[in-house]
């Protein structure tokens, strides 16, 4: 039993003459606890398929499998719930809300979840304390460096316990040093925590950290499954 | 997400916009104003004319007149037994009051004659031109003493406050019980006689008959004599109005009786329409004060519309996010729509307050200017049915005004939202 599959997904973005298939039959299989690369060259159709497998974004043909069970007729409120409950995500730029705390931030999450009061701040903490950014708790978002404001990230893709991270561009924005201490955290999360990860990237580095590497190239899987 | 986090992030989000929050508070707080200060008005003014009609009692009185007089001013008239020039002075004679008499529907059918008073006179010995009428028998709003005899033929009157000081009493209530004088000088053999009248009571200033003394039943009388002193006896029957009582109370009783004596060419209306129609004219003045609030209440809507959708705008990648974490589309319309009900509370509740404040100015101005003297009228008042009202109205209206950015907003892609390039 996998995790995740996905069944020959294609994606098709426009229509007509402007159409362009982003994705042309992508099939995987990713186990719990696995933390796994797709790699590949920047428009090679990375993020779409994170999307699609992450649920944001519905494929054009073929089929997402959640615990082996299809996601295609999933209702738009128990996606939402799904996707808050079990999915935690870190992007290459942080969208973290400038004007408000690190650990308001932290909390958006269990806002959405409608977990309120003492739970919230105490989980919100303890997910701050996870990334090591516990003394930042009351700072301004936008006053944090760029390494921090990627921890913050992680904290708030963790604070709802997720199985699954999925993180795009994880490390793209920042400096090696800055970056080892992220991806650093992220695998401590999947050893320690067995959170699966998925992270998408052109880093080979950061891929050879991973257990397994899938490469993606025009929108088709050329190394790893299948 | 809880109802709370939702008007949290509503809240935050316009502190963090103070400028065009602001602005667009302003606007509404116009329309607000506007609507509140007249309805504010509209209420003083109806609650005065309610006590009015309260206070007057009997309001069915009916007042006749014949439906033709040369005052109509409409041109050359066709004669009928309806219309004769007999009236054209809007006098009536003894076969007119017959006719009424005879009207169904009516009682009580009482005809006044012409009691012209040359002047009056008190301790003060200065003459004063006098402005009275017989009593309808109605209970006229009284600052202090009794009303007038409706029978008999003791000489009764009710003055204004401004009467009893102009015959030299500072404190009106001393009137009370004194005498005065009323010269008539008789038309006809310009003999001048002396009747003397006993104060009973002091009027109210009221907008309702207001700045006329009332004479008792029998003081009318014997003015009347007077004035008909060496005239003919043909024409001493011709009488200024004919006053009378509907059988019925209800309107429909009142308007039946008026139809009738429509008929047979008379006008009637009743104390209470006349206030009614006071009420009518008023109401349409401030309704039109109304319609401008409103229309300042529609350009601020268009100013929640643009500020909001500025808002989406500058919020797409938070609502992506969002999105993106599991809140559903109903909540993100949630958040903007308190938005945009807030901004509505905020300006219609500051629009009220500052109505509050100006209404008070407005009552100060007012008692000291054109309302002087007039009791019992306080110009701008609000009662809390209508302010809150008002409240709901304009966060209804903001509300629908939001309710376009917030769909935006609830239909934003997170995808679309979040990619960066
Ligand atoms: N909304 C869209 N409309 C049209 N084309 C798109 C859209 N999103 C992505 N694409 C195209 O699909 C291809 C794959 O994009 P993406 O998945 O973002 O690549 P990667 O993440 O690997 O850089 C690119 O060529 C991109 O231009
Ligand atoms: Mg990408």
Known sequence: MSLIEARDITRTYGKGTTSFQALRGVSLKIEKGESVAIIGKSGSGKSTLMHIMALLDHPSSGSILLNDQPTAKIKAKSLNKLRNQTFGFVFQQFFLNAQDNVLENVMLPMKIAGVTGKKRRELATSALEAVGLEAKMNNKASALSGGQKQRVCIARALVNNPEIIFADEPTGNLDSNTGAKVEDILFKLNREKGITLIIVTHDPDLAQKCDRQIQIKDGQVVKGDF | ?421
Not at chain 2, 279 to 296: D, K, R, S
Not at chain 2, 330 to 347: P, T
């Open chain 2, 1 to 421: 997400m809880k109802f709370r986090d939702i008007l949290n992030s509503a809240g935050s989000n316009l502190w963090h916009n103070k400028g065009r929050t602001l602005l667009t508070i302003i606007a509404v707080l116009i329309g607000s104003l506007t609507i509140s200060i007249t309805l504010g008005i509209n209420t003083g003014v109806n609650d005065y004319l309610h006590k009015q009609i309260g206070n007057v009692g009997n309001t069915e009185q009916m007042i006749i007149s014949p439906q033709y007089s040369a005052g109509d001013g409409t041109g050359p008239q066709k004669y009928s037994t309806k219309k004769s020039s007999q009236n054209a002075d809007g006098m009536m004679t003894k076969k007119d009051v017959e006719k009424i008499k005879r009207t169904k529907g009516i009682k009580n059918v009482k005809a006044m004659k012409d009691d012209n008073v040359e002047y009056a006179q008190g301790k003060s010995k200065t003459k004063y031109v006098i402005n009275a009428q017989t009593t309808l028998g109605i209970k006229y709003d009284l600052f202090a003493g009794k009303q007038v005899a409706t029978s008999g033929n003791k000489s009764e009157i009710l003055l204004t406050k401004e009467m009893a000081k102009a015959f030299g009493y500072k404190k009106v209530r001393k009137i009370l019980g004194k005498k005065i004088n009323l010269v008539v000088i008789s038309p006809v053999t310009k003999k001048k006689s002396t009747i003397t009248a006993k104060v009973v009571g002091i009027r109210n200033e009221s907008m309702v008959n207001s700045g006329q003394s009332v004479y008792s039943h029998g003081l009318s009388e014997k003015i009347v004599t007077a004035n008909q002193d060496g005239l003919p006896k043909a024409l001493k029957d011709r009488y200024t109005e004919v006053v009378a009582t509907p059988v019925g109370k209800s309107d429909a009783a009142v308007a039946k009786a008026e139809k009738a004596l429509s008929k047979k060419g008379y006008d009637a209306q009743t104390l209470k329409e006349a206030v009614k129609q006071l009420f009518q004219t008023f109401n349409a003045a401030t309704g039109v004060l109304i319609i401008f609030g409103a229309i300042a209440l529609i350009a601020a809507s268009f100013g929640v519309i643009n500020t909001l959708y500025m808002s989406v705008r500058d919020r797409t990648r938070e609502i992506g996010l969002m999105k993106a974490l599991g809140l559903g589309r109903g909540k993100v319309f949630s958040i903007f729509s308190c938005e945009a009900i807030l901004i509505g509370l905020i300006g219609s509740l500051l629009g009220l307050i500052s109505a509050m404040g100006l209404g008070q100015l407005l009552n100060k101005a007012a008692t000291s200017s054109f309302l002087k003297g007039i009791d019992g009228f306080v110009l701008v008042q609000f009662n809390w049915s209508s302010s809150l009202l008002i409240v709901g109205i304009i966060c209804l209206i903001t509300f629908l005004a939001g309710t376009l950015p917030a769909r935006r907003a609830a239909k934003l892609d997170p995808i679309t939202a979040l990619r960066y390039e």
